[in-house]
Each structure stands twice: as C-alpha cells, then as structure tokens.
C-alpha cells in the first residue's frame, strides 16, 4: 500500500477515498500546517504529499523524501513548489485550475469595489460612533463604472475579472506575456505595454502567476507612472509587489489606494505599514475561498491522488 501525507486538516469526506486505498497520514490540527520539523520528518517514507501554498516543497524536503513521487498541490498557483527540482527527481505535481477561476474573479472584483468605495472605511466608521449625518462628501470614492481597468495577467482569472468589468461599462487593458486575440476581437479588451498600461488605467490589477521574472513587478518605478488618482488591486501573490513602494506610494499620494488579498509575509504582521493606512483594505489571502470553490479545490487534488495511486496519470499536470 502507498502512503499518502496530508499536511493540513481536510473535510473528512474528502479524505476517505484515500484511506480506502492508501495508507493516509494526516495533521490534526484545523487552522496550522504541519510543523516544518514534523514534516521534514514526516516525508521519510510517503509516495505522495497532499498540501496547500504553505508547505515550501523545496530541495531540503525532497531530500528528506526519497520514496517521493507525487505531489497536489491545494491551489491553483504554484510558487511554493520547486518545478524544476521535481521534474529532475521524475516526481509529479498537480495542482487546481478552472475550478477556483470564478470565485478568485468575484473576490478580486469585490475588492476592487470596496477599495474604490471605501467599503471596510465606511463600515468601521458607523461602528465606531463616527456618523454624525448625513454629509455631501463624506466617504465619497472613485467611480467604478465606465472607468479603465488594466489587468496584468490574463489567464484564466484575468479574462474572468474583465469579463465581469464588462457589466461596470469598464474599457479593459490588458498585459500579457501572449496576446488574446479571441478576447481582444469578442469582448473589445485591448492590449498595451505595461508602461501604457500603468499611464491608462484608473485601477490596476496584477493577476500573474508568481515566478523570479514577476518578482516585485510592480515598484516605485511602475507606481510612480500609475495615475494620482489609480487604485492597486493585487490577487496573485504578494512577492509581485514591492510593499515599501507600495506603502511609500499611498503615504505620499502617488496613488489613491490599494485592496490587498496577498503579502509578501502571510499571515502579514499586524503591525505592518501597509495596514496603518487608512486607504489600505487588506483581506487574508481569501480569493478563491467560497465553499464551492474549496470542495472543487479538494475534489481536484483527490482525484489526482487516486490517479497516481492506481498508477495511472493524474490530470492537471504541472510535471
Ligand atoms: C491559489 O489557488 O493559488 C490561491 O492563492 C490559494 O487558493
């Protein structure tokens, strides 16, 4: 019998086709990974590791696994993985597209609205006893519809969030590594330079997949040609964005605002600059969590699993 390592608590119902199969070992706890240590440990002898972005799967932990031979990933992104080291060692490693892409887009859209309506200021406001009345500008924010929304990224998530920025009046830019000449042509987005794009866009929204290239993509650089008024939104992961720009960017008014769902550090220090300001609305990095998206995330990942452990070919395939 394999045996499979699970490095976080799962719903039951999802783990139990596994241990009808496999022998299945599993953390216990519900809201922390398994220790470093443990799993280092723990890897030893598993053929499969069924994990989240918080476990690194690195050179130092295939080390310590040499029975290794499968790895799924709970996310669609896979910057925690070492491709490269994996693809040497012939081990595969799945992980969860398609199946998140609507929720991650609704999320990022929400967030855009809340950041340019001032949603979560609003709301803390009338909590802490602070509306007097009614006033002309008070809390006012920056119009969503028809404005210009350029999004860096456009797989998947990306058309998704254009798509629904169509239904805002919104003109959509885009910046890809390929052009989309299907979106381009059916729904009217259009692609610039990254340059362009900043200069354009009165929200900017970077949903690329996290890789050296895209490390701190956004900087001063790229802030400083973004417009006074421009809203960051970022959903992908926080290493593409410079956060001392960032923060120096919204202190300063080079910017209006910024929603974050994700942070260089997670989960990111309280005491964080970035969380001081008041033009800040900071989520922890729930993008893709609506129930149906996490039990499609899980379903995803098992089916890869009882793949492999009958020896066959998983789908979704990242080696
Ligand atoms: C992903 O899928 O990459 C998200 O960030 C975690 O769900």
């Known amino acids: 019998m394999k045996k499979v390592l699970i490095t ?17 070992v599993q953390w216990h706890e519900e809201h922390s990974a398994m220790p470093r240590e443990q799993l280092l440990q723990q890897v030893a ?32 992104g896979y910057n925690n993985l070492h491709i490269e080291a994996l693809r040497d060692r012939g081990i595969m490693a799945t992980n969860t597209p398609n199946v998140l892409t609507n929720a991650t887009a609704d999320l990022a859209f929400g967030l855009l609205i809340a950041t340019a309506r001032r949603l979560v200021e609003g709301a803390d406001y009338l909590r802490a006893g602070q509306w007097q009345g009614w006033s002309p500008m008070q809390l006012t924010g920056m119009e969503v519809s028809g ?44 692609y610039r330079d990254l340059d362009a ?15 050296a290239e895209t490390h701190h993509l956004i900087s001063a650089r790229e802030l400083a040609l973004m417009k006074e008024t421009a809203i960051f939104i970022n959903v992908s992961r926080g290493g593409t964005v410079d956060e001392a720009a960032l923060y120096d960017a919204l202190k300063n008014g080079d910017i209006w605002a910024a929603g974050l769902d994700v942070f260089e550090q997670e989960p990111v220090p309280v ?12 989520l922890p990095h729930i ?28 789908k979704n395939r990242l080696t």
Request: glycine letters at 4%; charged letters at 25%; aromatic letters at 8%.
């Open 45 to 76: 002898d598993v053929d499969a590791i069924w994990g989240t972005l918080e476990d690194q799967i690195d050179e130092e932990l295939l080390a310590h696994a040499p029975k290794l031979k499968m790895v799924a990933n709970l996310a669609v």
């Open 197 to 211: 794009l900043l200069q354009e866009s009165d929200f900017v929204m970077v949903l690329t997949p996290y890789t």
């Open 147 to 190: 404005a210009t929304l350029g999004i860096i990224g456009m797989g998947r998530i990306g058309s998704a969030v254009a798509r629904r920025a169509r239904g805002f009046d919104m003109q959509v830019l885009y910046h890809n590594r390929n052009r989309k000449y299907e979106d381009e042509e059916m729904y009217g987005f259009r």
């Open 8 to 24: 976080r608590k799962f719903p039951e119902q999802f783990v139990a086709p596994l241990q009808e199969v496999a022998e299945v």
């Open 271 to 282: 005491e964080h600059p970035l969380l001081t300001l008041p033009n800040v609305v900071a």
């Open 287 to 314: 993008a893709s969590a609506s129930v149906k998206a996490r039990h499609e995330m899980f379903k995803t990942n098992v089916e890869a699993l009882l793949t492999f452990l009958d020896d066959d070919k998983p």
